[in-house]
């Protein structure tokens, strides 16, 4: 399977800064999903209610799936990679 990598920062609260990738299957072509994708995780962090639009999370490249993200895939149909400030 191929994994389509959107590139993410967004704004905290606190002003600073969080960069993570959203990775989804390729076929993932509607951006608002990816999106949302990216709104469940901020949920998560304490963060709901950022920004996440396209100015903060563009598609980055294609890669192959790798066996520690397809079970996050396969059951909420993303995995995030948290890169800083997350």
Request: charged share 30%.
């Amino acid at each position: 399977m191929k994994i389509a990598v959107w590139d993410t920062y967004v704004t905290k609260n606190d002003g600073q800064i969080m960069h993570f990738d959203i990775l989804a299957p390729d076929d993932i072509k509607d951006a608002d999903k990816i999106h949302e994708f990216g709104k469940e995780y901020l949920k998560t962090k304490g963060q709901e209610g950022q920004a996440l639009t396209a100015k903060e999370c563009r598609f980055c490249h294609v890669e192959n799936l790798k066996p520690q993200w397809e079970a996050s895939i396969a059951s909420s149909g993303y995995y995030i990679i948290e890169m800083e400030g997350c």
